[in-house]
């Protein structure tokens, strides 16, 4: 109920918005502007804070970007915000098995461009974005048995750059203002670092850092809202 309250509020925002627009631009003009609100997204965020989160193959996280375009003839420079933040808990449920809750969290940035086709309201686009990504994730893990009682914390960090082919469709709801969705596919050269402490019994840590190549699917990286002026 409260997400549907915020996507009514959102729309009847842009809306209005939109509204004025279309009293401001002359018919002879074309607004060249556009910034959106990340509505949606259906992503694999199962390795963003470094560790592997298998449930999250298939996160879903609502108004959680925004993107800014400047469009030209052809085409459209683009760049947009992400963030991505879940939390985990896992149990085993037995009497001397551990518990380990943590927080994955991070952005990702893109910077590229766009190539449209226009088909009355429909508008089909593909192009390729330099993308940059940090997560990171904290985690804690302790034993539920108190006589051989267990504790240790772990951290880790992702961030790496790379490049991203992206294709989606957008709908015009009215003169300014469009609803639009892709998918991508991020190519991605990544470091990695840990940092595993133990608390009790012992106190101890393992440090240790790599880096590696990813190739990571996003069926549904954006579902926006957008506004043109």
């Not at 940090?134 to 772990?154: A, C, H």
Request: charged content about 15%.
């Amino acid at each position: 109920m409260k997400i549907t309250k915020l996507f009514g509020a959102a729309a009847l925002a842009f809306t209005l918005a939109s509204s004025s627009v279309m009293a401001q631009c002359p018919s002879n003009s074309m607004p060249m502007n556009e910034i959106g609100i990340r509505l949606a997204n259906i992503s694999d965020a199962s390795g963003f804070g470094g560790i592997n989160v298998a449930e999250q193959k298939a996160s879903l996280g609502f108004f959680n970007g925004i993107h800014y375009k400047r469009y030209g003839t052809y085409g459209a420079f683009r760049t947009s915000l992400g963030l991505t933040r879940y939390e985990t808990d896992e149990r085993r449920n037995c009497p001397d098995c551990l518990r380990t809750i943590g927080k994955v969290s991070g952005f990702t940035l893109r910077a590229g461009y766009e190539w449209f086709a226009v088909l009355g309201p429909i508008e089909p686009f593909f192009g390729l974005d330099a993308v940059g990504v940090f997560g990171k994730y904290e985690g804690e893990t302790w034993s539920t048995n108190s006589t051989n009682y267990q504790e240790s914390t772990d951290n880790r960090e992702r961030r790496g750059i790379g490049v991203s082919p992206i294709a989606g469709l957008r709908f015009y709801l009215g003169y300014a203002v469009s609803i639009s969705a892709e998918t991508s596919v991020d190519m991605l050269f990544l470091g990695r670092s840990t940092r595993i402490s133990q608390i009790s019994p012992e106190a101890n840590t393992i440090a240790r850092s790599n880096n590696y190549f990813d190739t990571v699917f996003q069926p549904l990286n954006w579902l926006s809202l957008n506004i043109m002026f």
